[in-house]
């Protein structure tokens, strides 16, 4: 017989077990929760993509138990480089690079790595064999919408790109544009534009009324990013041009799949990753080196193409019910090595 005292302490005991399992199975410095520090240094921020890949950095912290850090530099890159340095004086362990410019994030990343300080970049190319790189695939992203485009359209179009050079997966995005553009000779590019002014979505809208109005001929806008997207579309519908401009993109978001699903709308695809997967890969990433082991140098998450059709048919009003209907786009098993906790689902 156990009295209720003696009782009440063994539950507490097997409700302690699981945490205690969970910090022995668990590489150092990994086995002591809480002790960990990283920080996320964000070069864009504004728009639907970025929320839900800082969303998916915080939940696999949360999963990983670690103390996370965020420094938003809001597209100043001067200010990014001195942020991975406040990063380096707080003493974090690892550091997430989040977008940024070669040029002001290769020596700051490279100050950390001097320090004993774990990097790893998303899509930013920081020229570093120590740092690994996450990437979206952004090739396949613009191969995927652009096959589309000419599956819808043949390989014979007029077209509208928006593009802002200097910014690496756009840099990527453009490689697979231009080549698609060499093997399909038909398709003719008469404007080229792009603005990351924010906010974005208005900024392009601004541009893309100027574009429409001097080539009322396009009838193809590959907007390889889904704030240029979201622009675009702002334009053409205005002009009234729904019917007659066919819109391919990257990336997704709730508001994204509201857009493409409106009656008549012209958005007709995009390829996408899901963010939040990319932010909770980030994470994995970094946690391996931490762990010492080793993610790869580029670390790949592929894509999925999105199209207008398949949100109708299948019904498919937010990511929620994307994760759901579509399983590929809900996780990404990609930086999972056996003791790697994942966040809740």
Not at 77 to 84: H, K, R, S
Not at 214 to 233: Q, R, T
């Amino acid at each position: 017989m156990i009295n209720r005292r003696t009782f009440a302490g063994l539950m507490g005991a097997v409700a302690l077990m699981p945490s205690l399992g969970w910090a022995a199975d668990m590489p150092k410095p990994f086995d002591n929760p809480g002790k960990v520090k990283i920080a996320l240094v964000r070069y864009l921020s504004t728009g639907d993509f970025f929320e839900a890949y800082l969303s998916g950095v915080q939940a696999q912290a949360k999963a990983l138990g670690v103390d996370l850090r965020i420094f938003d530099s809001r597209q100043d890159a001067a200010l990014q480089a001195d942020m991975v340095d406040q990063a380096i004086a707080l003493g974090v362990d690892g550091i997430i690079i989040q977008h940024g410019l070669t040029e002001s994030m290769k020596n700051a990343a490279q100050r950390a790595v001097a320090a004993g300080i774990k990097v790893v970049a998303f899509d930013v190319d920081v020229d570093n064999p120590k740092i690994p790189q996450i990437e979206q695939s952004d090739r396949d992203l613009a191969r995927l919408a652009l096959e589309q485009a000419i599956k819808d359209n043949g390989n014979s179009f007029t077209a509208g790109y928006v593009y802002v050079p200097g910014i690496a997966p756009l840099d990527r995005r453009n490689e697979t544009w231009v080549q698609v553009k060499k093997d399909n000779p038909g398709i003719k590019q008469v404007a080229e534009f792009g603005t990351l002014d924010n906010p974005i979505a208005n900024s392009v809208a601004n541009q893309a009324r100027s574009v429409l109005s001097a080539h009322p001929n396009i009838n193809v806008m590959f907007a390889p990013y889904d704030e240029f997207a979201k622009g675009v579309k702002i334009a053409v519908d205005e002009a009234g041009m729904s019917d007659r401009v066919s819109i391919y993109s990257a990336d997704i978001s709730t508001a994204d799949i509201q857009s493409m699903r409106e009656p008549g709308s012209a958005w007709k695809a995009t390829a996408a990753t899901n963010p939040a997967v990319v932010g909770e890969v980030s994470v994995r990433s970094l946690a391996m080196l931490l762990a010492g082991q080793d993610p790869g140098h580029n670390v790949i998450v592929p894509p999925t193409l999105i199209t207008q059709k398949m949100l109708n048919d299948l019904d498919i009003k937010n990511m929620a019910e994307l994760g759901k209907k579509v399983p590929a786009f809900a996780h990404a098993d990609v930086s999972v090595p056996a003791w790697m906790p994942l966040p809740q689902r």
